[in-house]
């Protein structure tokens, strides 16, 4: 007899101008996208970890999601978004874009979100993470994706972009909407293994992976 499914928890209500927002949202993306020059850097380390068929989980900063959601459409990659008002709405966006998303945080109450991530990775999917989010401190590597990959032995990739000009939100993480016509780069870190012996020891990476990703995004903004 198969156990049953875990229930998932309930959407949050959107009132009619967010509902609005988040049903034109993946159109205004796509037009948007459309117009951006986007250039790539160290492709060559997500392309072989394709080619081997080799599961990993994306490390980006949450203020650079935008870019990074419209360039890797097309792979069904899983993404870990909160639960709360402003993760429907990206939500929301991301799976009009063609994504499937995870809800919950590693942060509060994480354990659920963490088993989720884990099982994905298990079953051969990609995933991808925030360790700055939902709600900051911008840019500081929580542990949650650590803690997944290490379960499940599989490789962290950093990735990061930049653009030459782009509207910055009013929020903790400075979100990114590059401009229309707006040069992007988009850059890949080397993928890395957390070598853990449990989620414990797997947390005390996060200065490294920091590290790793912070180098990501610098080669995003080299000249």
């Known amino acids: 007899m198969t156990a049953p499914r875990e229930a998932l928890p309930p959407r949050a209500r959107l009132d009619w101008k967010l509902e609005l927002l988040v049903r034109v949202g993946p159109w205004l993306i796509r037009a948007l996208g459309a117009t ?20 990993f989980a994306y490390a980006l900063w949450h203020g ?26 990206i939500a929301r966006v991301a799976e009009g874009l063609g994504y499937a998303t995870v809800r919950g ?26 360790p700055d989010g939902p709600r900051g401190p911008a840019r500081t590597f929580a542990a949650g994706a650590l803690v997944a990959a290490q379960r499940s032995g599989t490789p962290i ?32 870190g080397e993928p890395a293994y957390v070598e853990a012996a449990g989620a414990r020891e797997a947390a005390e990476h996060a200065p490294r ?10 080669e995003a903004e080299r000249a």
């Open 209 to 218: 992976f920091q590290a790793l990703l912070d180098a990501t995004v610098a």
């Open 157 to 188: 990739l950093p990735i990061a972009a930049s653009a030459d000009r782009a509207w910055r939100l009013r929020s903790w993480d400075q979100f990114m909407i590059p401009k229309p016509f707006a040069r992007v780069t988009v850059a890949f």
């Open 36 to 55: 951006w020059r986007v250039s790539v850097r160290h492709g060559e380390h997500v392309k072989r970890l394709r080619a081997e068929h080799v599961p």
């Open 64 to 89: 650079q999601l935008l870019p990074l959601l419209w360039h890797e459409r097309g792979f069904r990659t899983r993404i870990l978004i909160s639960e709360h008002k402003d993760g429907e709405i």
């Open 105 to 130: 945080s590693t942060s509060r109450g994480g354990s659920r979100a963490l088993l989720a991530l884990a099982r994905e990775l298990q079953q051969g999917n990609d995933i991808a993470v925030t």
